[in-house]
């Protein structure tokens, strides 16, 4: 019993990065109906950044935020800019926007080789290896703080969508394309914030990744892979949304243990993907637009 | 629609079909133009063709193959090159980066055999692309000498040009299992043990598995194996698996990992305060990496073991063959450069032996080469029975509080004593 | 409804009716192709190595026209595909190792499977349209790569299959058993795009109630196409078996691996009937060349290829080509590209500013509402 307490934790705590990864792609599909796939690439490029201002600069990783939140604000509004502008929005321009992205990440992987080598990489700083006590039992602080910063993320991000201008306009660009100009809303503008605030928490995701894992330029294919499940599970409804198909997925792969063998609890997010998208197409909790 | 009934289509399209399979299947023109090799006269130079992930995710390790190749080559051209039948034959070696991918290693493999006419083949690194890249070799009948393709399934297929310094990695299991031993013996670990085995769903993952096993089932008063669990690679929380090692209450925790998978999972350990009587991940924890992603505390008393390690370069070939590197490197030799330069230099021992460039010959010097070695042991052989394979035992080191690594098995090479149980379990 | 039969009667007076869709010079051209690189090895004095690359490049372009047939004439992009070619080639491989079939046998047998598979997972969620159905893919590949490395008992696990050299075809011969996997990928490829299918596929692409309010029935035409795409993958695997004697589950099933596909059949010309069989060449020569010299730079290669095509050229080198001989006065066909991406070459602009797109109504179209529950 004390086990499977310890367990819940861990699920949660590990939900907690797996939304922060969620976010943004799930921000922009939302509203621009665009498949992401440069995500992975991205936060790859993020753990990587975060690395160089620890190597370089001594910066610690959680101080190095705004820094990394800033840089992929502005990376993203260049590709959308220079890459997404172009691409015709709908169907059409769904299959097109995937293989223009992919080819984004691809670049960006070849970059990251020629820069940084294939080599695995890790930040470890004096409290890498801390824990903290809750009920009895050890957790680590840094896996705490991953989760503390994604719940942080997650409550600005609501606040954001519900209560600013902004935010207001992003959600109704994403219900409602039409109505938007007739109020005046600068669609254009809308979609540039959106691909840029994406692109800055797929950033962030990155830099909390490299607190917790070691990594190299074919990082992020993983990350990506699981992003879609926890969209696809939790639907498009909001940010709160994402953050419940993160603990599903979480949870899932955790606690399968008890059933398949440790090897297979990995499958486990695949399985459910492609099962709920077949029976209930609008997520578990049947959302189909940002609301 | 057409005027022919329906099921006559059928009928007349299903009998095309079939003639036509039946024409395709029986018309292949088979291999008429095969040239015979050229003859066993001396040539001017010995081409040794070669390919390495020097770019993608193995860059790090290919890299360092390449220096042990190619020290070796250079070794041999100093004195002029290699003795073949009283002539002094410079030797070439024509390295290709094949990027860590399977199908680019047998492509470029194909390519430097084939129209390069390479004479002899040096391998590559991991299991699956030496794996494989050594079909090439052996359809096409070159003698493939390799330092970097350790799973037993490579040497298993009843292959005969193919050979390979690299011990199984059963062996590395069952040499750190045999310090185990002994320790127990001497009533310092709990008798009975109890086993949690962790690996990675690798070819080398299985082999550790089953050279855990294999020595626990050969010790069943001694070893009960709790936990037997695989996992994928790159993976990002173990808390499951490590809850039910937890729950299963062992003394030796022993895993089998590659670098951000051991760097993940260990974190996990020690930030959940576990700690075992025995801790090892297999090749992993005596390396700078290691320490600098753990930190010093983090990696105390954790055992490894590996293919060779420096401290057995005091004297003699292994004293020669670390001042050579660290003359051309300015750096300590690891493991990698060690049998990749054992490697290169048994294929040139047989081409010595043979006294001449013909594969044959050198493939038949090769199965029974007996020479001297730096590798642990000191004896370096291919012996048929076990596929062309090397076998030697590993070197088992512990990671000190001092930040040394000494070799504490097998006895005759170790260069300091072993610390059990883990004293880190104390608190 | 009826059509029109056309005769070819040839000089010994036999009379062969030739379905309208298949015009007697293609035919022609088609066999005199084949032909041609039949004879051709034995004729010219191409090196051993360059031989069986070009007898593995067969394959490959027969696996991009596979693909082509769902991502380009239904326009499902599949990121999935390597989960046919691999359990295609390990049911190949199976039967060759433990129960010595000859190597056709077990070829046509692990595409059978792989087109079953392919249905299996394929039927449920043709039903979503778009990057939903991408996703799930993605989501099937992964899956199938994980458990089949588990399932060591049948794929041998992360160690692989190996069969015994000498057993089947040499990489020599298998130039020809090659060509004719080409051969048969080119007819489906021309069939179904050309017949009476091709023309259902291409009325649900643009409008699928109304093809439907036609009587075509979406669902069974996707199912068509989809068992001969993966079955024809699957075949490939098993040839990929036999060529390099020696598959493990990491390599057969990985994404890189399903992402070839996609690259073979974008940068060719997506939708087009050869498009993808050229883009397969395009993909083979290109590495042959950085191979040797700039190896590093592969990924970044493809990767700009890819976003010049899409902003430029959606229709890759088709696209190219066509543009090339409109300067000699060739008017293309409408339907040139069975496919979403329209290009300009074609003459309907692929883009507009966002400016006017923003105002025009947008289709989003969220999973699972195409029409049906």
């Not at chain 1, 498949?35 to 101080?63: C, E, K, S």
Request: net charge neutral.
């Amino acid at each position: 019993m004390a086990e499977a307490l310890t367990l819940a934790v861990s699920a949660v705590l590990l939900a907690g990065f797996y939304a922060a990864m969620a976010y943004g792609l799930g921000l922009i599909y939302g509203v621009l109906r665009i498949v992401n796939l440069a995500h992975g690439g991205i936060i790859m490029a993020g753990a990587y950044l975060t690395w160089q201002l620890f190597t370089r600069f001594h910066v610690d990783p959680y101080l190095a935020i705004p820094v990394v939140l800033v840089v992929f604000f502005l990376v993203g509004v260049t590709i959308y800019y220079c890459l997404v502008r172009f691409l015709p929005r709908g169907p059409a321009g769904a299959v097109q926007s995937l293989l223009l992205l992919f080819g984004v990440w691809l670049i960006i992987r070849n970059l990251a080789y020629l820069l940084f080598t294939g080599n695995d990489q890790a930040i470890r700083t004096t409290y890498s290896t801390s824990s903290v006590s809750i009920l009895g039992a050890s957790y680590s602080l840094n896996r705490l703080l991953v989760f503390g910063i994604s719940l942080v993320a997650l409550i600005a991000l609501h606040l954001f969508l519900t209560r600013t201008y902004s935010g207001k306009a992003i959600r109704a660009a994403g219900q409602n394309l039409e109505s938007c100009t007739l109020v005046g809303i600068n669609v254009e503008r809308v979609y540039v914030l959106t691909f840029g605030l994406g692109t800055a928490l797929a950033g962030l995701a990155g830099l909390l990744a490299s607190t917790l894992f070691a990594f190299n330029p074919s990082f992020g294919a993983g990350e990506l892979l699981k992003s879609f499940v926890i969209i696809v599970l939790g639907g498009l409804g909001s940010v709160v949304g994402i953050a419940s198909g993160a603990v599903v997925l979480a949870s899932a792969e955790v606690f399968s243990i008890y059933a398949v063998p440790s090897y297979l609890t990995s499958a486990v997010g695949f399985v459910l993907l492609v099962v709920v998208l077949v029976l209930r197409p609008g997520g578990l909790f049947g959302q189909k637009v940002l609301r | 629609m057409n005027d022919i009934p329906r099921r006559a289509r059928i009928g007349r399209l299903s009998a095309l079909v079939a003639v036509a399979t039946l024409v395709a299947v029986a018309c292949a023109p088979s291999q008429s133009n095969r040239e015979q090799e050229g003859s066993a006269a001396v040539p001017d130079k010995i081409v040794i063709g070669s390919t390495l992930p020097l770019t993608g995710a193995e860059s790090k390790a290919g890299g360092r193959m390449k220096q042990g190749y190619e020290l070796a080559v250079e070794l041999e051209n100093k004195d002029g090159g290699v003795d073949v039948g009283g002539k002094k034959v410079r030797v070439e070696l024509k390295l290709l980066d094949d990027t860590t991918d399977q199908a680019k290693a047998v492509n470029l493999a194909q390519r430097l055999i084939t129209q390069d006419k390479v004479n002899f083949f040096l391998g590559t690194y991991s299991t699956a692309l030496v794996e494989a890249q050594s079909t090439v070799a052996e359809q096409s009948k070159i003698p493939y000498v390799n330092g970097g393709g350790a799973a037993t399934s490579i040497y298993r297929k009843g292959y005969t040009w193919i050979f390979g310094t690299l011990a199984p990695v059963e062996n590395l299991a069952t040499t750190e299992m045999e310090w185990i031993h002994q320790q127990q013996a001497a009533g310092k670990l709990a008798k009975p043990a109890k086993v949690a085995i962790l690996w990675e769903n690798t070819s080398h993952g299985e082999d550790f598995r089953k050279g855990v096993q294999d020595f626990a089932k050969a010790h069943a008063a001694d070893y009960k194996t709790v936990v037997d669990e695989s996992f994928p690679l790159d993976g990002k929380d173990f808390s499951a698996v490590l809850s039910k090692v937890r729950g299963a209450k062992v003394d030796l925790f022993m895993v089998d990992a590659h670098l951000p998978d051991f760097i993940t999972m260990h974190r996990q350990y020690l930030s959940t305060k576990m700690c075992h009587q025995v801790i090892t991940y297999g090749a992993r924890g005596s390396e700078a990496d290691a320490r600098e992603a753990l930190g010093q505390d983090g990696v105390s008393y954790i055992l490894s073991a590996v293919w060779w390690n420096k401290q057995l370069g005091s004297k003699g070939l292994n004293k020669e063959f670390v001042d050579a590197f660290k003359a051309k490197h300015d750096a300590d030799p690891e493991w990698y450069q060690a049998t990749s330069y054992e490697a290169a230099r048994a294929l040139l021992t047989a081409v010595s032996k043979a006294g001449s460039v013909d594969k044959q010959k050198v493939r038949d010097a090769l199965s029974v080469l007996d020479i001297e070695s730096i590798l642990p042991g000191s004896k370096l052989s291919f012996p048929q029975d076990k596929g062309g394979q090397a076998s030697y035992p590993f070197v088992v080191q512990q990671n000190l509080p001092d930040g040394s690594s000494p070799i504490i098995h097998p006895s005759e090479v170790a260069t300091g004593e072993g610390v059990t149980p883990n004293p880190g379990c104390k608190s | 409804m009826t059509s029109p039969e056309r005769a070819l009667s040839s000089g010994a007076g036999v009379r062969v009716r030739l379905p309208v869709w298949l015009p007697g010079r293609i035919l022609v051209a088609f066999a005199a192709g084949v032909a041609l690189l039949w004879a051709a090895p034995l004729v010219l004095p191409v090196g051993e190595y360059t031989h069986n690359v070009v007898g593995l490049t067969f394959m490959f372009m027969a696996a991009a026209l596979a693909w082509n047939w769902l991502g380009g004439y239904v326009g499902q992009i599949s990121f999935g595909h390597a989960a046919m070619f691999g359990a295609g080639g390990f049911v190949a491989a199976r039967l060759m190792l433990t129960l010595g079939l000859p190597f056709w046998v077990a070829w046509l047998a692990g595409g059978l499977v792989a087109g079953c598979y392919a249905l299996l997972w394929g039927h449920p969620t043709l039903r979503l349209r778009g990057p939903y159905f991408s996703i799930a893919t993605i989501g099937v590949g992964e899956a199938t790569r994980l458990v089949a490395t588990y399932w060591s008992g049948f794929t041998g696990g992360s160690s692989g299959l190996s069969l015994p050299l000498g057993g089947g075809p040499t990489k020599f011969q298998l130039y020809w058993y090659g060509l004719y996997l080409l051969a048969v990928a080119v007819g489906l490829s021309y069939w179904l795009r050309k017949s009476r299918i091709g023309l259902a596929l291409f009325a649900i692409k643009e409008d699928v109630e109304a093809a439907g309010d036609l009587g075509v029935d979406a669902t069974r035409y996707q199912d068509v196409v989809l068992f001969l795409s993966g079955t024809m993958v699957g075949v490939c695997g098993g040839f990929y078996a036999s060529y390099q004697t020696f598959i493990d589950p990491q390599d057969m099933f990985s994404f890189d691996r399903s992402i070839s596909f996609i690259l073979m059949a974008v940068i060719g010309g997506i939708g087009t009937i050869l498009g993808a069989a050229a883009g397969a060449i395009v993909f083979v020569v290109i590495q042959e060349f950085l191979l040797a010299n700039y190896s590093q730079l592969y990924l970044g290669l493809y990767g700009t290829l890819l976003v010049l095509i899409i902003l430029f050229e959606p229709l890759g080198l088709t696209g190219l080509l066509i543009r090339v001989r409109k300067l000699f006065g060739y008017r293309p066909r409408p339907d040139i590209a069975a496919g979403g991406l329209k290009s300009a070459a074609v003459g309907v602009d692929a883009r507009g500013s966002t400016a006017d797109q923003g105002v025009a109504p947008v289709e989003q179209s969220a999973p699972g509402e195409r029409g049906s529950a």
